[in-house]
């Protein structure tokens, strides 16, 4: 009876609702932790209705809350592990030839960067993975940078626990109403990005005068 409560949260549309309810309910806890590693993998996928379903599953039987914490936090390290991966194997130098091709910035931009990793580094990738989007990006830089593994590893399995905690446990106490976690969310992330481009767009209007100045100069 649990499993069909479940079952019927995907909506009558599906969609990655859906597809999380279909593979928690076909592979357990590993399910959700596939699930959230994906999501590490590939942002658009939203932890914001992984991770509430989750802990929605878990209110009906389908898995401990237990497992649910302990599979969705190694699978938020596993995604994490895989682009440090990335940007380890990818390298410094690499970033720095890529970087001098890019358009409107220059390498004292990116050496200020490193020079702002180095000091706040640590508190980058724990906070960062409680931030939407940055929250799989501050792991590229942290391989690029080469940060300890062991420590890169302790913080990220920290930040995650305490992220998926939050949304688990409102989705298990929430039940039919987990969505309402998904809205929240959603507006948060959504006020992330704004931000974000609103800093970008700000960053090309200056540098953009800059090199109008410098041409005049000349």
């Given amino acids: 009876m649990a499993g069909l409560r479940f079952a019927a949260a995907q909506g009558p549309n599906g ?26 993998l590939f ?45 380890a194997v990818y390298g410094r130098r690499r970033v720095y030839l890529l970087w001098a091709r890019l358009p409107l910035v220059k390498t004292s931009d990116l050496e200020r960067t490193e020079a702002w990793f180095a000091r706040h580094g640590r508190k980058a990738v724990f906070f960062g993975r409680m931030v939407p989007v940055f929250r799989s990006l501050i792991s590229v830089p942290a391989g690029v940078e080469r940060m300890p593994v062991p420590l890169f590893l302790l913080l990220t399995t920290a930040g995650s626990f305490l992220w998926n905690a939050v949304l688990i446990l409102a989705g298990y106490w929430l039940g039919d109403q987990w969505t309402v976690v998904e809205r929240y969310v959603g507006t948060f992330s959504t006020a992330v990005l704004v931000v974000v481009a609103a800093l970008l767009v700000v960053f090309t209007v200056r540098r953009l005068t800059e090199r109008r100045r410098g041409g005049r100069r000349g």
């Avoid at 969609?15 to 590490?40: K, Q, Y």
């Avoid at 599953?57 to 938020?76: H, K, R």
């Fill in 43 to 87: 942002p658009p996928l939203p932890s914001e209705v992984i991770l509430p379903m989750t802990g929605f599953a878990a209110g009906q039987g389908v898995l401990s809350l237990a497992a649910a914490l302990w599979w969705t936090t190694l699978g938020s390290v596993v995604g994490a592990l895989a682009l440090y991966g990335i940007g």
């Fill in 15 to 40: 969609g990655i609702a859906g597809w999380v309810t279909s593979v928690i309910e076909t592979l357990g806890g590993p399910g959700a932790g596939l699930a959230i590693a994906l999501e590490n």
